[in-house]
Nanobody
Framework: QVQLVEAGGGLVQAGGSLRLSCAASGRTFSSYAMGWFRQGPGKERDFVVAITRSGRSTYYADSVKGRFTISRDNAKNTVYLQMNSLKPEDTAVYYC????????????????????WGQGTQVTVSS
């Protein structure tokens, strides 16, 4: 079992930046692949980005490539999402998720592949 707590959301103007963080409880953080998903008003929860257990491989949705960067610090049990050049269409609740996996270089891109979820943090981008 792991608990995930997101932080760093807020209101930002288009073109601005935000950095989200997700802190995990427990001592097995390095055993999880980590992902970020987002859910806009009236929309489904969509994949944003994921990172493998080792941190060596990352996967991005096309809509955020070149603008968002995921990273993790296994010593601090934390995963980060740096979001630059934000657009109004990035407005959503952002969720951190952990995937149990034995494979160090794999991370899921579908919500159903993740086992634990944070409570979400609101990101609002004004035009």
């Amino acid at each position: 079992q792991v608990q995930l707590v997101e932080a760093g959301g807020g209101l930002v103007q288009a073109g601005g930046s935000l950095r989200l963080s997700c802190a995990a409880s427990g001592r097995t953080f390095s055993s999880y692949a980590m992902g970020w998903f987002r859910q806009g008003p009236g929309k489904e929860r969509d994949f944003v980005v994921a990172i493998t257990r080792s941190g060596r491989s990352t996967y991005y949705a096309d809509s955020v490539k070149g603008r968002f960067t995921i990273s993790r610090d296994n010593a601090k049990n934390t995963v980060y999402l740096q979001m630059n050049s934000l657009k109004p269409e990035d407005t959503a609740v952002y969720y951190c998720a952990a995937q149990i996996t034995q494979r160090t270089e794999v991370a899921g891109t579908r919500a159903g592949q993740y086992d634990f979820w944070g409570q979400g943090t609101q990101v609002t981008v004004s035009s």
